[in-house]
């Protein structure tokens, strides 16, 4: 039988112990102690352990190596994939995390394709935004693409997002509530950006930024046996940096508009260079 995130769990492993151990996962138990303490400017969601690297990692380096934290909520352990066993993606995903100076915890909605939408699965993400306090919550787009997951994964969490906010949830009362400033799509594939919304541009084009990021990507070795896939993100990244006169740039899909004070604290637009 393969080992899934309860048979990894350790059964000793409590909320207040804290490690790096291979073992050391379970339901909103943190996996790394960097974050204690810190409130993370970004709190990233994927459903598989390579999701947030392959979307949206060069995002994660660009603002750690800035001196933001980060922190990771990885939904399964990839079971159902075709090359790399649980082990493997874990060990996987903690060393890509680690290379993106973020922090990473896994939490069980059901199971590497066999995500549906649940108020359990809504509720558990919720009370760990409510936990880290996040400001900005990444996910992956709502938009139908190759894998199921991802989007009932995108679903949740913009649902999390709202019950985090709401002060009456009695399930979520322990905890107090938390107003996230903005919640983000990224696009775990070509496949999965949205075609009917303007996305931002995340420049990622800093040598350091491409290097840790080519480096989280390449450490999900047993993925690049499906696909060249630090080739293919580096590649996709490279045509959206050069529609704004940038090396290298991550589209994120912002869940609502962005409010700015006044059009003079703007950046630059695609079109301008
Ligand atoms: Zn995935």
Redesign the pocket.
């Known amino acids: 039988m393969k080992p899934t995130l309860k048979s990894l769990r350790k059964p000793t492993f409590s909320r207040s112990s804290r490690g790096d151990e291979a073992g050391s996962v379970g339901a909103g138990l943190l996996t790394s102690a960097a974050t204690a303490g810190r409130t993370p400017l970004i709190l990233a969601v994927?459903?598989?352990p390579?999701?947030i690297e392959?979307g949206c990692g060069g995002v994660i380096a660009r603002e750690t190596q800035a001196g933001h934290a980060a922190h990771f909520v990885v939904c399964s352990l990839?079971e159902s994939g075709t090359n790399g066993t649980p082990r493997q993606r874990l060990a996987e995903a903690k060393k890509a995390a680690a290379l993106l100076g973020a922090t990473i915890e896994f939490v069980d909605l059901g199971g590497d394709a066999h995500m549906e939408p649940r108020l359990a699965h809504t509720l558990k993400l919720a009370r760990i935004i409510r936990r880290l306090r996040p400001r900005i919550v990444l996910a992956?787009t709502t938009v139908e693409n190759q894998?199921p997951?991802?989007v009932v994964v995108g679903q949740t969490v913009r649902h999390a997002c709202r019950l985090a906010r709401y002060g009456g949830v009695a399930e979520l009362k322990k905890l107090p509530r938390r107003v996230i400033e903005h919640l983000m799509f990224y696009a775990?594939t070509v496949e999965a950006e949205p075609r009917d919304r303007q996305p931002i541009l995340v420049d990622v084009s800093a040598p350091a930024v491409v290097a840790a990021w080519t480096a989280a990507m390449e450490a999900h070795a047993s993925q690049q046996a499906t696909r060249r896939y630090a080739e293919f993100h580096l590649a996709r990244a490279k045509v959206h940096g050069m529609r704004a006169g940038l090396d290298h740039a991550i589209q994120l899909f912002p869940a609502d508009p962005i409010v700015c004070e006044s059009l003079a604290a703007l950046g630059g637009a695609a079109r301008t260079f």
């Open positions: 994927g459903a598989h390579d999701d392959f990839g992956p894998h997951d991802h775990v």
